[in-house]
């Protein structure tokens, strides 16, 4: 076997993706979760919590590199900084971090983690990878079914988005940990942009529903970033190739 590779946030839905990517290159692979799981097909658990700095150090022991993927709704900066001290001093050769398009253009607290986690990585001394991704699919139809719920679908004016699979960016991770330090790499984006209206049609036919579309602001600083496409990557970006309706034809379980 080669090198163990320490992997945060291993259980969620990109961990689940690119933990078997790594395994079927021939990576020892261990896994730092809040929550205790037993040990199973080359793949290791250590217990920990990456904002309270527990058990950091045992799950660093022996691992040359380190993928990133550990995020929350609030604290992630704090965590990633927990993450880069303790790596430093175990010795770690390459840090690869995932973090997410707009985080230095869209003024939200949660996108100023994101900043900031980035910083922390790049300022830490080891050889270092960050991709921007733009937001998967899963939490794009997280935010649809949830509007759906509702009599009226709110559309916020000028929000658009470029979903992505995931098992597309957990491709490009695993490429990009086995491969060399790359420092800020290209964005990866899905392979077309959507209004929120875009998304809901789609989803609403496949479920046999209908809703009235109803236009909204969004206020403040954060709307006109939207409203600006703050939140996109229009230019150069890395593109996959995974369409929003073989997405959802697939999840659903019915064609499109």
């Given at each position: 076997?080669?090198?163990?590779?320490?992997?945060?946030?291993?259980?969620?839905?990109?961990?689940?993706?690119?933990?078997?990517?790594?395994?079927?290159?021939?990576?020892?692979?261990?896994?730092?979760?809040?929550?205790?799981?037993?040990?199973?097909?080359?793949?290791?658990?250590?217990?920990?919590?990456?904002?309270?700095?527990?058990?950091?150090?045992?799950?660093?022991?022996?691992?040359?590199?380190?993928?990133?993927?550990?995020?929350?709704?609030?604290?992630?900066?704090?965590?990633?900084?927990?993450?880069?001290?303790?790596?430093?001093?175990?010795?770690?050769?390459?840090?690869?971090?995932?973090?997410?398009?707009?985080?230095?253009?869209?003024?939200?607290?949660?996108?100023?983690?994101?900043?900031?986690?980035?910083?922390?990585?790049?300022?830490?001394?080891?050889?270092?990878?960050?991709?921007?991704?733009?937001?998967?699919?899963?939490?794009?139809?997280?935010?649809?079914?949830?509007?759906?719920?509702?009599?009226?679908?709110?559309?916020?004016?000028?929000?658009?988005?470029?979903?992505?699979?995931?098992?597309?960016?957990?491709?490009?991770?695993?490429?990009?940990?086995?491969?060399?330090?790359?420092?800020?790499?290209?964005d990866l984006t899905g392979p077309h942009v959507h209004g929120l209206a875009d998304l809901a049609r789609p989803y609403l036919r496949l479920r046999g529903r209908r809703r009235p579309m109803l236009p909204v602001r969004i206020p403040g600083k954060a709307g006109r970033a939207y409203r600006a496409g703050a939140n996109l990557t229009l230019r150069g970006p890395e593109e996959g190739k995974r369409t929003w309706e073989?997405?959802?034809?697939?999840?659903?379980?019915?064609?499109?």
């Open positions: 076997m080669t090198s163990s590779i320490l992997v945060t946030g291993g259980t969620g839905t990109l961990g689940g993706h690119v933990v078997p990517l790594l395994r079927a290159a021939g990576h020892d692979v261990r896994i730092l979760s809040r929550n205790a799981c037993p040990a199973a097909d080359g793949v290791d658990y250590v217990t920990g919590d990456l904002l309270k700095g527990e058990g950091v150090e045992a799950a660093l022991d022996g691992a040359q590199t380190v993928l990133h993927l550990a995020g929350g709704p609030k604290g992630d900066d704090e965590a990633t900084r927990n993450l880069v001290r303790a790596a430093s001093r175990a010795g770690v050769r390459h840090l690869v971090y995932i973090s997410v398009i707009g985080a230095d253009r869209v003024p939200l607290a949660w996108m100023r983690t994101k900043l900031e986690s980035e910083r922390a990585v790049a300022g830490s001394g080891i050889p270092w990878t960050t991709l921007r991704a733009a937001q998967f699919h899963d939490l794009a139809l997280t935010m649809v079914e949830k509007m759906a719920r509702l009599p009226v679908f709110p559309v916020p004016g000028g929000l658009r988005l470029q979903p992505v699979d995931s098992r597309e960016v957990a491709a490009r991770l695993a490429e990009l940990t086995l491969g060399a330090p790359s420092g800020l790499v290209p073989e997405f959802l034809a697939e999840r659903l379980g019915q064609g499109a």
